[in-house]
């Protein structure tokens, strides 16, 4: 069956430590990934997308790299803060303009 | 700001009852999708349109249908309801380059 995971439990670190998160897929061949965070009760932001030809990508403290033959995404924040405390997801890209979003992980950066 | 709206905010109804659902996309934005997230399922999509045009269906029950208008305002409508459709409902809009932006949702609660 198809399947998206990340890792289910909050993931808890230091400021300025630099945090991953995981994202891995089953059963899907995504021509992209997108990574997006969420605070609670709010909708999703958009941070970052890679696409299927693309090793690694990088938007300021933001790095998420994509291995197809993996099947895995790592996410990763450098520097964290604790305002970059929040659930990220990951959401593949199949179909025409279709994501299959990830449940999310949630990320608590402690001062 | 995402620049896409939702209306209402919240909404509080009983079972068996019919909802409708209100979306503007961002300016320009063609496509819409409309997105469940409860607390056990995560973030689900439920269907999108492309410029009035269905164009991709997700996990949408046929108690549930969506349409959007010339003027690119969508609308999902919510019938029968159940005590089991309570949830965030999010719609988000998209450009050519698969950016999703999301809607601040509406919250359904179902009584």
């Known amino acids: 069956s198809q399947k998206i995971e990340q890792n289910s439990e909050a993931l808890n670190i230091q400021e300025g430590k630099t945090a991953t998160l995981t994202c891995n897929y089953t059963n899907y061949s995504p021509a992209y990934l997108q990574w997006y965070r969420q605070d609670p009760g709010r909708g999703p932001v958009f941070l970052l997308l890679?696409?299927?030809?693309?090793k690694e990508k990088r938007k300021e403290r933001l790095k998420v790299t994509f291995d197809t033959t993996l099947k895995q995404s790592l996410f990763h924040i450098t520097a964290s803060q604790p305002a970059d405390s929040a659930t990220y997801l990951c959401?593949?890209?199949?179909?025409?303009?279709?994501?299959?979003f990830g449940t999310g992980t949630r990320l608590q950066v402690f001062p | 700001d995402s620049g896409v709206t939702q209306t209402p905010k919240h909404l509080i109804t009983a079972t068996g009852q019919r909802v409708t659902l209100r979306c503007s996309p961002r300016s320009g934005d063609l496509s819409v999708y409309w997105y469940q997230q409860s607390l056990d399922q995560g973030l689900q999509f439920l269907i999108q349109y492309y410029n009035g045009e269905e164009r991709a269906k997700g996990n949408i029950l046929e108690r549930f249908s969506a349409q959007q208008f010339p003027d690119l305002h969508s609308e999902l409508n919510l019938s029968s309801l159940e005590l089991g459709d309570s949830a965030l409902y999010f719609c988000?809009?998209?450009?050519?380059?698969?950016?999703?932006?999301f809607g601040p949702g509406t919250r359904l609660t179902v009584l």
């Open positions: 890679i696409r299927e030809n693309e």
């Open positions: 988000a809009s998209s450009p050519y380059d698969r950016t999703q932006y």
């Open positions: 959401a593949l890209g199949v179909g025409t303009d279709k994501l299959i």
